[in-house]
């Protein structure tokens, strides 16, 4: 939390959070969600998040990229991830696509 509000102080339009889930109790994680939900919409600072734990933050998050060897298989409005992870059990690797490739300049 204290690397959050120090990275705040600085007014950015976005934060990259590298799992924040990553040793903690399912309490406080549950916790660090809801205040990065909640600076998203009170604030408008974007979060880009590097998590494993894909319940929760697709709970949180409005689109997801599913990596896999650094690579984009999966990606789409968090909601419609969610529902493909629920029926599978994990997300699927039967709907992956080429990677995009996304113009430098």
Do not use: W
Request: proline share 6%.
């Amino acid at each position: 939390m204290c690397a959050i509000g120090r990275a705040l102080m600085s007014r950015p339009k976005m934060i990259l959070l590298d799992e924040p889930s990553m040793g903690l109790a399912p309490q406080l994680v549950e916790e660090i969600f809801e205040i990065v939900g909640d600076l998203n919409a009170r604030e408008g600072v974007s979060f880009l998040l590097a998590e494993q734990n894909t319940r929760m933050a697709l709970r949180y998050a409005r689109y997801g990229y599913v990596l896999e060897n650094g690579r984009v298989v999966l990606d789409g409005e968090a909601e419609a991830l969610e529902r493909e992870r629920g029926r599978q059990g994990v997300l699927s690797r039967h709907r992956r696509r080429p990677p995009q490739i996304i113009p430098r300049g």
